[in-house]
C-alpha cells in the first residue's frame, strides 16, 4: 500500500515539475519512484507467496519483477541525486519498467485462474496494461513521423490522456493489490 501512496506523491511531483520546470520537482519525483521500486519489492514476493513460489514460472517472474524493480530503484535514485541524466535513467528504467508490467500481467492471469485475490483487481491490471501499450505505441508512431514530446510542438492529447489513465489506474492496481495482501 505504501508503494502506492509513494507512486501517487511521485505523479504529484512530477506534474509541479512539468508545470514549473524546477529542478527540485524532478529529483523529488524521481525520489518517490526509487522509493516506489523499492516498495513493491515485498509485493512481489508475496504475490509469489500466495501463487505458489515452488512454480519454475512464477519464480522466474518475480525474479525479473525484483531485478526490475532494484533497477528502476537505483538509475532513479541516481538521478534524483543528479548522477546519472534523465535520459539514461529513462532508458535503463524502462528495462526496469518493462519487467514489472510482465510481473503485474502474471499477477493478474494467476488471480484469474486461482481466485486467491479479487477478480476485478485482475481485470483493473489488464485495463492498466493495455492503456500503457495503446499510449506507449502512440509515442512511438508520434516520434517515428518526426514528431516531438517535448519543445514547442505539443504532442497528441491522446498522450497525455492514456498516460494520465494508466498512471491512476496503476496507483489504485497498486494500493488495491497491497490492501489485500
Partial sequence: ??????????????????????ESWGRANDAMTALFAMLMIPAAYAVASIHGA????????????????LTIAVTSGLTAAAKLDWKRSA???GVGFAALLLWMASTCA?????GKLP??????GFLTL?????????VIVTIRSGGSLLGEEQPPVAISVGAGL???CLVV????LGLRL
Fill in 1 to 22: 500500500m505504501a508503494a502506492g501512496i509513494s507512486l501517487l506523491v511521485s505523479g504529484a511531483c512530477f506534474g509541479v515539475f512539468m508545470s514549473t520546470q524546477r
Fill in 54 to 69: 515452488d512454480t519454475g514460472w512464477i519464480r522466474l517472474v518475480g525474479t525479473l519483477c525484483v531485478a526490475g524493480l
Fill in 91 to 93: 532508458k535503463i528504467g
Fill in 110 to 114: 494467476l488471480i484469474l485462474a486461482d
Fill in 119 to 124: 477478480r476485478a483487481l485482475a481485470w483493473l
Fill in 130 to 138: 493495455i492503456l500503457v501499450c495503446v499510449t506507449g505505441a502512440i
Fill in 166 to 168: 494508466a498512471y491512476v
Fill in 173 to 176: 492496481w497498486t494500493t488495491w
